[in-house]
């Protein structure tokens, strides 16, 4: 902090004092002016801090690339230092034994295909043949209903044709004299033809309800033939099913184990390592590639606790190296302490190449730290310390007064103070080594950037 000195001792007055030689009775004492000094009206304002870091850069991404299967490698397509894209192939690994394992895989499931195709229909002719014959009986049930009842109702409609003739030729006896035997058999005759008739229609009606129920067996057999051949077809697809999804799935696995032998980047961004050559073999232990996504680099530095504090995800940071600068954005903030040196560790993502800033160079980095808003902020040249702490002298009634503050934070020409004056107090801004404690002093006072001079009263 910078420290400043106290004159906490200076001329107070400039007096000589004579004396007669005969007994002093006569005494003189000279007038002694007050202190020019400058002043300020104490007022609010904003005050920011900066503090400057030692940082060092490194991708803000990067990836090892491990291969999946393991055997020797044929084929390399990229050196470090190459820039690649996401989805690039990196290198081949020998996949003629995963070549064999998916033609195994499709002939399996070919196989499973034509056991289904064929189950299945075999399956569907079988069903059809089944629910043709139900319809067949049904129809022909139908039909021999539907016969019985034109024979019965024939059957009605002739005795009843009949009885009417009977009825007109025994009115034409009774009417022409005829002997009464002869009516009495002619009656006799319609009598046997009505007892016919009722039995002829009961026979009707009983044709008649089976004729109903044969063409409503009939109906049903031909809807009953549509739902159940689907439903029973459907079960057996499901059946069927099954058994392709599982050698389907054996496909599937046999493709995706094949897809691991071409291997690609995942990201896109610049080959920094290398471990594999061609002849040589890959592991799915250790990583073949080393690629770091140079578009946003990271910048790490050390911090102390208290500037930890004032610090936070999403501020805004500058880096700078050999007279470049770049923004940047916080990005991790450490909450654990290094033992070693007893900092904690800041992340900032700063947007610049890896040309630009490349891995492992240090740069500055700067940031916004401590801040004052709208508080009492005076020049930091109007404060005095000693130890009994930091003072100022503000000017009331025509003198200096001695006044101690609390201070906050401060740069090379502004300080804050928290306590020991308000806003509007008339602060004195310039040093005299007469300037004491209720001594005298004319003014000058400067009041928002400009001058005016005046006599504090």
């Known amino acids: 902090m910078k420290k400043k000195s106290c004159i906490v001792m200076s001329l107070m007055l400039s007096a000589s004092m004579l004396f007669t030689a005969c007994g002093g009775k006569e005494t003189a004492q000279e007038t002694v002016d007050a202190v020019l000094v400058d002043a300020q009206a104490a007022g609010r304002d904003n005050l920011v801090l900066s503090n400057e870091f030692v940082g060092t850069v490194s991708p803000e ?48 499931y070919a196989n499973a295909k034509n056991q289904a195709d064929s189950a299945l229909t075999t399956q569907q002719e079988s069903a059809n043949m089944q629910l043709d014959m139900s319809v067949s009986q049904a129809e022909t049930a139908y039909v021999q209903a539907q016969v019985a009842w034109k024979n019965a109702k024939d059957a009605v409609d002739e005795l009843e044709d009949a009885i009417e003739k009977l009825k007109k030729q025994i009115k034409q006896m009774k009417a022409s004299g005829v002997d009464e035997a002869t009516i009495a058999e002619a009656q006799k005759t319609l009598k046997t033809l ?45 059946q069927l099913g099954t058994s392709l999804q599982l050698a389907q799935l054996g496909v599937d696995s046999a493709e995706l184990a094949l897809s691991y032998y071409s291997v690609t980047t995942p990201i896109s961004g610049r080959v920094i390592g ?82 630009q800033l490349p891995s492992g160079v240090s740069v500055s980095i700067s940031s916004d730290t401590y801040t004052a808003e709208n508080e009492i902020i005076i020049p930091y040249d109007a404060v005095y310390f000693e130890n009994e702490g930091a003072y100022v002298y503000i000017v009331k009634d025509g003198h200096a007064v001695k006044t101690y503050v609390t201070a906050g934070i401060f740069d090379d020409t502004r300080i804050q103070i928290t306590e020991g004056i308000a806003e509007g107090d008339i602060v004195v801004t310039s040093w005299s080594p007469r300037l004491i404690d209720g001594v005298e002093v004319d003014a000058k006072i400067a009041e928002s950037g400009t001058e005016a001079e005046s006599v504090a009263q």
């Open 61 to 108: 991404e990067s990836v090892y690339v491990i291969p999946m299967a393991q055997g020797k490698v044929t084929e390399t397509f990229f050196e470090v230092g190459d820039e690649v894209q996401a989805g690039d192939v990196l290198f081949k690994i020998d996949d003629s034994g995963a070549q064999i394992q998916l033609q195994q895989a499709q002939l399996t």
């Open 194 to 238: 009505k007892e016919q008739e009722e039995q002829a229609e009961m026979g009707y009606n009983v044709a008649q309800t089976a004729y109903d129920t044969a063409t409503k067996a009939y109906e049903t057999a031909k809807a009953s033939k549509s739902l159940t051949q689907g439903a029973v077809l459907n079960d057996t697809k499901e």
């Open 274 to 355: 290398k471990s594999v050559e061609v002849n040589g073999m890959a592991a799915a232990t250790s990583p073949a590639y080393t690629i770091a996504a140079e578009d946003t680099m990271t910048v790490t530095f050390q911090v102390s606790e208290s500037i930890m504090n004032t610090l936070s995800k999403g501020q805004s940071v500058t880096v700078e190296r050999n007279g470049a600068e770049f923004d940047g954005t916080i990005t991790e903030v450490g909450n654990a302490v290094n033992m070693q040196t007893g900092l904690f560790q800041i992340k900032a993502s700063v947007k610049a190449t890896g040309e």
